[in-house]
């Protein structure tokens, strides 16, 4: 593993060591293509394969088999020649392909001929009253402390949300010993007669048969409240008590924590920065970015791999990852190509690895009640703004996200939109009558993620640059 970039320019730069960046950077290493590996983490496998090379969870039927797929993904990398660096966070990429990335406090540029973005997926926010309580966290947040560190709640513990994470998160706390209280199922009821059209795929889709056991194990140990349209949690300075609605009656119960999640959904930050094009996804309810079938963007050299794509889960995930790398040999060494799976062998994978996906989209799509707050519900987590203090700014004139910011500095923060983007975006259409894509997103320009001035100042300049800014 390296500590800097070993060259200042590469024929394939991947950002991000999920399961679709391993598979890339595997891929187009061992077409003989010169290829750095960038994440942001201490060790490979992003969230779905987290510490997959140093977990001390040992007993593989505790995580699940589709959890130590991860380490052979990580072996296939490093039989190959991709340069690899961790604790590198990217903080901008630009239409040119340069792109600048902090590693060790000190900020180092590269140049690629070709970019394949593998930044994977974040929890959407889930905004209800006491979201931001000590004592609530997302369930994401919960599943890296246990593959991280095989930790896993002993206090009082619901749960809240609906998503196949869900239930996978509560099976590998059961497994390894920890406490759930209880399980709080947000699904709405609406939404098992709109996926029943998708039904034949889910069924005849690895999905089916594993969800279901997973279920079952889950239902078996834990009381599981299904129907639940209201959900808040309370306590003074800390969470106290998670009280919800179901079946048209309130119940309130202590709680000590709560773990909430409501899917994931592409994390778009970086490509947006690249001005990459994206849209409203209708069923997803996120923004995806608009690529064809090799995951090329709508910036030449710019490919997106994995959940950045759009949502599919891992298996997918490693096919697209294998698709993008694809790709750029073929633009970049096509005898190489020769070498590695022919595109339609890998876009058969890709159809299985997705099936049944719609009918997951369509069953587990968030209610708006837990998208879409009101009143005193925080929506903006850095700057504390209200949803109430949003539809003041939009009654006032402001007319989209980035108009809010000069309302109210939504978006501003150090998530820079992360936890807040989804919920604005939704919030701001709804008051205006407007859908999401008139409404739009945040403009996002580097630095996307957070550095030092000093780390800037320290930044090497060319005499250009220096005359750029001195009055000579």
């Known amino acids: 593993m390296s500590v800097a970039p070993k060259r200042e320019d590469y024929d394939v730069v991947v950002i991000g060591a999920g399961p679709a960046g391993l598979a890339a950077a595997a891929t187009s290493a061992e077409a003989g293509l010169s290829t750095l590996l960038l994440d942001e983490n201490v060790g490979p496998g992003g969230q779905v394969f987290r510490a997959i090379s140093s977990t001390p969870v040992t007993d593989r039927n505790q995580l699940g088999a589709d959890y130590w797929v991860g380490a052979d993904l990580v072996q296939a990398l490093r039989a190959s020649n ?3 660096i961790h604790r590198a966070t990217v903080w901008s990429l630009d239409r040119n392909l340069d792109i600048a990335v902090s590693i060790g406090g000190a900020s180092a ?9 593998a930044t994977g997926a974040l929890e959407r926010p889930f905004p209800i009253p006491g979201w931001t309580l000590p004592g609530v966290m997302t369930a994401g947040a919960a599943q890296t402390m246990l593959k991280s560190s095989a930790l896993v709640p002993d206090g009082r513990t619901v749960i809240a949300g609906q998503g196949p994470l869900l239930w996978l998160l509560a099976a590998q706390i059961l497994r390894l010993g ?3 209280d209880r399980i709080l199922d947000t699904t709405e009821r609406g939404n098992y007669f709109a996926a029943l059209p998708h039904a034949f795929a889910f069924l005849t889709s690895p999905y089916f048969a594993k969800g279901l056991s997973m279920m079952r194990e889950v239902k078996a140990k834990v009381e599981v409240v299904s129907g639940v349209t209201e959900l808040v949690a309370a306590g003074d300075g800390q969470l106290a008590s998670v009280s919800y609605v179901a079946g048209g009656k309130r119940e309130t119960i202590s709680a000590e924590l709560l773990l909430l999640h409501q899917g994931v959904v592409p994390n778009v930050n970086l490509a947006m920065s690249a001005d990459v094009e994206h849209r409203w996804d209708d069923l997803q309810l996120c923004w995806s970015p608009v690529l ?3 995951g090329n963007s709508s910036v030449a050299g710019i490919a997106i ?3 950045g794509a759009g949502i599919g889960g891992a298996n997918a995930a490693i096919v697209r990852g294998r698709i993008a790398a694809r790709a750029a040999v073929e633009a970049l060494a096509p005898a190489a190509a020769a070498k590695l799976p022919a595109m339609a062998t890998l876009r058969a994978d890709l159809a299985r690895a997705e099936r049944g996906r719609v009918f997951l ?3 587990f799509r968030p209610a708006p009640q837990f998208r879409i707050p009101s009143g005193d519900t925080i929506v903006c987590r850095c700057e504390e703004v209200t949803a109430k203090d949003v539809l003041d700014s939009v009654a006032i ?3 989209g996200p980035n108009q809010l910011k000069a309302y109210r500095r939504t978006g501003m923060g150090p998530c820079q939109g992360r936890l807040c983007g989804l919920t604005v975006t939704e919030l701001m259409a709804q ?3 407007k859908s999401p894509q008139e409404i739009g997103y945040y403009r996002l320009r580097a630095p996307v993620k957070p550095i030092t001035l000093a780390e800037l100042a320290a930044v090497p300049k060319s005499e250009a640059d220096v005359k750029a800014v001195v009055r000579g």
């Open 82 to 84: 991709a340069e690899v």
């Open 109 to 117: 540029f590269v140049k690629a001929k070709r970019v394949i973005l």
């Open 178 to 180: 920890g406490r759930i």
């Open 292 to 294: 064809d079938a090799s």
């Open 305 to 307: 791999a994995g959940d």
């Open 361 to 363: 989209d369509t069953l």
């Open 397 to 399: 004139g402001a007319t």
């Open 431 to 433: 008051a205006r009558g």
